[in-house]
């Protein structure tokens, strides 16, 4: 069974330039979650949707970041304008019908200048 | 004060050691307990997972929750050089409409060959 893929493994931007990053998760799931990890620390959700509708992007900061996940299956998170603190990697999670256990992906290491 | 406090270490062994990792918690409405494991550069991999009390094992690996004291643990027998990695607990309010996972900041562990 193929896992959660994600793109671009690596990103590096200057501040107030904008990204958007991409996940497919493993098929079937339908819960698609969105964490950012800042170095050293364990990972924040941003942003939760059950198929394509968002349950939970209370994390979110919303005045910059935006994602969507289009059919209910693959997902973008954007970044507009970017920020120094944004540096984090950015992890894709899904989950199947009716569990709690969440399967990540690689991740994307974001590093803003 | 953090709902989940985790040691970061980094914590050395020598190779055949018994780890313990720990992790407390502040929010008894927790009842669905997980540890990850995070090589560099990838993501979470899950490894156990438990709903109550009591211990759980899974060859090499024992996962022991104590809801009374909020305190979980992830021992490693017979530790290996493959198991240098950062550890991270996890929990969540079972069957919620969200499943948010909340992280612990990650224990480093390095074993020595």
């Known amino acids: 069974e193929a896992g959660v893929a994600q793109s671009p493994r690596y990103k590096i931007i200057e501040k107030r330039q904008s990204v958007a990053f991409w996940c497919n998760p493993i098929?079937?799931?339908?819960?698609l979650y969105w964490y950012q990890q800042i170095l050293g620390q364990g990972p924040k959700l941003l942003i939760q949707?059950?198929?394509?509708?968002?349950?939970?992007d209370s994390q979110l900061p919303k005045d910059r970041f935006s994602a969507e996940r289009l059919k209910g299956v693959d997902s973008t998170l954007k970044i507009q304008p970017a920020k120094l603190e944004d540096s984090a990697v950015y992890l894709c999670?899904?989950?199947?019908?009716?569990?709690?256990?969440?399967?990540f992906g690689p991740g994307t290491r974001l590093t803003v200048l | 004060q953090k709902e989940v406090e985790q040691d970061p270490g980094p914590l050395s062994v020598p190779e055949g050691a018994i780890v313990s990792l720990n992790c407390t918690y502040s929010?008894?409405?927790?009842?669905?307990f997980m540890w990850y494991r995070q090589y560099s550069r990838k993501g979470p991999e899950l490894l156990m997972y438990?709903?109550?009390?009591g211990n759980k094992e899974d060859g090499r690996f024992t996962a022991q929750v104590d809801k009374s004291s909020k305190y979980i643990s992830l021992f490693i027998r017979d530790s290996q050089p493959s198991d240098s990695a950062t550890y991270l607990c996890?929990?969540?309010?079972?069957?919620?409409?969200?499943?948010?996972?909340?992280f612990g900041t990650g224990t480093l562990l390095a074993v020595q060959p």
């Open positions: 999670a899904s989950s199947p019908p009716g569990a709690d256990t969440q399967y």
């Open positions: 098929s079937g799931h339908a819960t």
């Open positions: 949707f059950q198929n394509n509708g968002v349950v939970d």
């Open positions: 929010n008894s409405a927790f009842q669905y």
């Open positions: 438990t709903y109550s009390s």
């Open positions: 996890a929990m969540n309010v079972y069957g919620g409409a969200t499943n948010k996972l909340i």
